[in-house]
């Protein structure tokens, strides 16, 4: 499988996301010569646990994910961050949950937008919006290198790539810059060859930091 960094926008301090700068994100994209293929939608879930004694709560993770990936319409991705733990199902098993009611869903995040070609280098950039709502939460870019699965190999020529975007989006004057984290992937037992868990980890990733970041502005306000 090609391997992919998600990358999300980090505001600078005292501003938020807007459509304006998804605007921009999305020209400067084409303006680097990027063919927009078409349309693509992720959608990441927080799980509450249902239990009949609140007292109880404190036994389940809190922060517990599900996500669905375009690109493996029939699995199902769950993830514990606390514990470190990736797993993946049958996209099945959604309509399971809902029948067992074991767990509800907590909030539910789309990452939707347009899906480019650039090379060896395929692009996603999208926005974050709730399920059910056009509230703006974020902006995610996926770079997906298709010609190796290896992260290690692939190091250098994603860090270059990196490089001349930011130096492209820098050009813009917008109030923020991409950010990449990349998780400890061993810490879920995840190895050097890229897989779909590599891709789920780094949304939970990237969903964290949003939030955080967040609730830090909105500390400060």
Known sequence: MPLKWVLHWQPNAGTTVNTQILNEVSQCVESINGVKEGRWKATLTSYKPMVREQSLTAEFPRDFFGISLPEQPNKYYF???GQR????ADSTIQTIMDKLQSYKSRVALCFEGFQYQLGDFQLRVGKVVPSHSENLRGIVMEVEYLPISSMEKARQIMEEFVDIWQEAISKRS????????EPNFSEYGLLDHYTPQHTAVQYATVVAQMIATQTVQATRN
């Not at 733990?85 to 993946?88: G, S």
Request: aromatic share 6%.
């Open 85 to 88: 733990l990736v797993v993946e």
């Open 174 to 181: 917008l109030p923020g810059h991409f950010m990449h984290i």
């Open 79 to 81: 993830m514990i961050r």
